[in-house]
T-cell receptor, first 114, second 116 residues
């Protein structure tokens, strides 16, 4: 089955700096890679996703890059703000009508200090 | 946007009793729903995948007789924790997926179960 590795497990940055979180996956059939933000006591919220036929996607301060050959993808947050502090999860899935579940990384606890 | 409602958000029950958690897709039909369990400061662990009108597929190590999943309609799935024990205390999260196009996974807000 799919195995998703995520690093680092914790990340502390100063407000205004950039944060980068990296993930690798094992199943070459995976073709959908979302990133979720989870605040304490809440469910995960999708912040950005990327398909395997795209190398990079950006949405304001958030960007995701994908290297299919190396089987790794990264989340980049620029101009970080204290409200970006949360746990971030990467995930991978074989996107099809068969309803494959998302396989999650172990999460990165991001702390943005003022 | 897609909204998934999960209830209750918190529940405390006594050992030996059963607890039902509901997951509803409010503005879309979800052919497939997923149930996850999350321990403190840990990742989401997939428990089972349920398709409307059929039996759920459980992940290895998850007791299907203990965690009963029903997906009777395209907008509702329920997870019943039967004969709950303290070790069942956890954060349970459901996810519903639209079956067209990429992505479409929407998560509920989670249920904090405490068994005393």
């Amino acid at each position: 089955g799919e195995n998703v590795e995520q690093h680092p497990s914790t990340l502390s940055v100063q407000e205004g700096d950039s944060a980068v979180i990296k993930c690798t996956y094992s199943d070459s059939a995976s073709n959908y890679f979302p990133w979720y933000k989870q605040e304490l006591g809440k469910g995960p919220q999708l912040i950005i996703d990327i398909r395997s036929n795209v190398g990079e996607k950006k949405d304001q301060r958030i960007a995701v890059t994908l290297n299919k050959t190396a089987k790794h993808f990264s989340l980049h947050i620029t101009e970080t703000q204290p409200e970006d502090s949360a746990v971030y999860f990467c995930a991978a899935s074989i996107n099809s009508n068969s309803g494959y579940a998302l396989n999650f990384g172990k999460g990165t606890s991001l702390l943005v200090t003022p | 946007g897609a909204v998934v409602s999960q209830h209750p958000s918190r529940v405390i029950c006594k050992s030996g009793t059963s607890v039902k958690i509901e997951c509803r897709s409010l503005d879309f039909q979800a052919t497939t729903m997923f149930w996850y369990r999350q321990f403190p400061k840990k990742s989401l662990m997939l428990m089972a995948t349920s398709n409307e009108g059929s039996k759920a597929t459980y992940e290895q190590g998850v007791e299907k007789d203990k965690f009963l999943i029903n997906h009777a309609s395209l907008t509702l799935s329920t997870l019943t924790v039967t004969s709950a024990h303290p070790e069942d205390s956890s954060f349970y999260i459901c996810s519903a997926r639209r079956d067209r196009g990429y992505g479409g996974y929407t998560f509920g807000s989670g249920t904090r179960l405490t068994v005393v």
